[in-house]
């Protein structure tokens, strides 16, 4: 899988991601830490600069999210790999990505009632991050044990 791929090949990997779609992003990112992984989210204090050859993954569910867009403009102008999750294949953000995941939550009548705005988008975004979690424990040869080492824990 490129997405796979392209993680572990990255020394340094940026996550971003606005309101919720961000959230989702976090919660990815922080796996990925627990894994021993080189991750920052973008718009943190403590964030480093962008530089040639690292990975920024942004989340977002239209494309067009204008901070975005933004941040993969800029990141691929220094070098860097951008890879977006989003629902919107021909959006802005979509065209300024090196690789496109696309996740495609069903659309019904129901679901404007039952799941406002983009809530099928960030819970199938949140299930497919946490298959590549399993993937990518494989193939780093980690288990629950070790990413239990390196969990939050608060004393």
């Known amino acids: 899988d490129k997405f796979v791929d392209a993680i572990m090949e990255s020394r340094r990997i940026f996550i971003y991601g606005v ?4 959230l989702i992003a976090k919660a990815f990112a922080i796996r990925l830490v627990q894994m021993g992984l080189e991750v920052y989210f973008v718009g943190e204090t403590i964030t480093p600069i962008v530089e040639e050859g690292n990975l920024v993954i942004i989340v977002s569910h239209t494309g067009e999210t204008m901070s975005a867009i933004q941040t993969a403009n800029i990141v691929r102008r220094v070098g860097a790999r951008v890879i977006t999750i989003t629902a919107n294949a021909h959006s802005k953000l979509a065209s300024a990505s090196n690789l496109v995941m696309l996740i495609h939550p069903p659309k019904d009548d129901d679901r404007k009632t ?5 809530t099928l988008f960030e819970n199938a975004t949140l299930i497919y991050l946490d298959s590549m979690v399993a993937r990518l424990m494989e193939k ?16």
Do not use: M
């Open 19 to 22: 309101g919720r779609s961000g």
């Open 114 to 118: 039952l799941a406002p705005l983009g």
């Open 140 to 155: 780093l040869g980690q288990s629950e044990g070790s990413l239990r080492k390196r969990h939050a824990i608060w004393v």
